[in-house]
């Protein structure tokens, strides 16, 4: 993550608003900044993270690799950043696949001002033990199954992306 991180703006349908903010800038119910989620696929099973206790938000919760895309930089770019800079992995050459694109929900009509891409890429060659954890960010690394994943969203612990529930469901 860069300390000097610049969200460009967008409406509610993804069109430009001419506006660029520093990042964690408070918006508007109108505004949207623009983020990427990426599932990493190994055998069946998907790498996902639990926060540091000390995230301003979901501490302790568990996610899969993202973050804020950066500026004007590319979608699929800022993905391939994000995995290097959260576990080490590099998958620029994994052909990763756009699955979906969302509003993230936080559920209880909390919306989260993002619209986020959501990549998937399979990496079947790696283990734990080539994940390595970006201090202060992300710790315990685990590989697990779609219905275990499902559990940490139904158990409270899993960062309440609602649109994930289903989109597991069908998608995974």
């Known amino acids: 993550m860069l300390d000097n991180e610049m969200w460009v703006l967008y409406d509610k349908n993804?069109?430009?608003?001419?506006k660029i903010v520093p990042r964690y800038t408070p918006l508007s119910k109108d505004e949207y900044e623009l983020g990427?989620?990426?599932?990493?696929k190994v055998k069946g099973k998907y790498l996902i993270f639990q926060r540091s206790e000390t995230k301003r938000t979901f501490p302790g919760f568990f996610e899969m690799i993202g973050g804020g895309i950066?500026?004007?930089?590319?979608?699929?770019d800022s993905a391939i950043r994000e995995v290097k800079e959260e576990s080490g992995l590099d998958i620029k050459d994994r052909n990763p696949q756009l699955i979906f694109m969302s509003r993230v929900d936080y559920g209880n009509g909390i919306i989260y001002p993002e619209?986020?891409?959501?990549?998937?890429?399979?990496?079947?060659d790696i283990s734990i033990e080539d994940i390595e954890i970006e201090e202060g960010k992300n710790l315990?690394?685990?590989?697990?199954s779609k219905y275990e994943i499902l559990k940490l969203i139904d158990d409270g612990v899993f960062v309440p992306v609602v649109t994930y529930r289903d989109r597991i469901e069908k998608l995974f």
């Open 70 to 76: 950066n500026g004007y930089d590319d979608p699929l």
């Open 140 to 144: 315990n690394p685990k590989f697990l």
């Open 115 to 124: 619209h986020t891409y959501v990549y998937m890429v399979e990496m079947n």
């Open 36 to 40: 990427v989620h990426i599932w990493i």
């Open 14 to 18: 993804f069109k430009p608003l001419n």
